[in-house]
């Protein structure tokens, strides 16, 4: 492993574990075993740190999973589920990097505090979540041309709605210790879907 990489990589295990204010950048510089010298060659501070750890670790964790699902086949109903379920598989992807960690939360919280600080990743993000939404009112377009959505209700609402569950669900499951984040998407997401069964 490269030491670019090495260091985004220990650092966003401290980030995951300590959260972005509970680990300094000492003890990051510490983890990695390097001189603070050598590590200011690499990064300037904690804040540009965060930035590229996010803008990769968000194409690697939510954007390419959010993707993936549009190419599926089958009822739009499981396809729906299988999108919404694409965000869950974040919580594997951190366990392989840190097994301390039991759930998303730690990363959702990286997340925000991402974006609040680095505008080019609040962009890639409105970006990424405008394309998700595209790809699901296109996905329920072709449910309702099926005759398994019903046709009377409009596609761009119905995609709103799927995100504003899977949002609120996301939100839901940052305050509820223990709760799985997948039986809680697919239960939100299920009752919604029932709404839109033609």
């Known amino acids: 492993m490269e030491t670019r990489e090495m260091i985004m990589e220990t650092a966003f295990i401290g980030f995951l574990e300590e959260g972005f204010h509970g680990i300094s950048l000492n003890e ?3 983890r990695t075993g390097m001189t603070k010298g050598a590590f200011y060659h690499y990064f300037k501070s904690k804040e540009t740190l965060l930035k590229e750890i996010m ?5 690697t964790f939510i954007a390419d999973s959010m993707h993936q699902f549009v190419v599926e086949d089958g009822p739009i ?3 729906l589920q299988k999108a919404a379920m694409s965000i869950s598989g974040v919580q ?6 840190s097994p301390n960690i039991a759930d998303i939360r730690s990363f959702l919280l990286l997340l925000q505090q991402a974006l609040l600080i680095d505008e080019s990743l609040l962009e890639v ?11 699901i009112t296109d996905m329920l377009k072709e449910g309702q041309n099926q005759k398994e959505i019903r046709d009377d209700l409009d596609p761009e609402d119905m995609a709103e709605m799927v995100n504003v569950i899977i949002k609120g669900t996301l939100f839901e499951n940052s305050l509820t210790s223990g709760a799985s984040i997948d039986v809680m998407l697919r239960d939100n997401l299920s009752t919604l879907l029932k709404l839109f069964k033609a």
């Open 28 to 30: 990051i510089i510490k």
């Open 55 to 59: 803008q990769k670790y968000f194409h």
């Open 77 to 79: 109903h499981n396809r």
């Open 92 to 97: 594997d992807k951190v366990k392989v990097l």
């Open 125 to 135: 993000y409105q970006s990424s979540m405008k394309q998700t939404k595209l790809a």
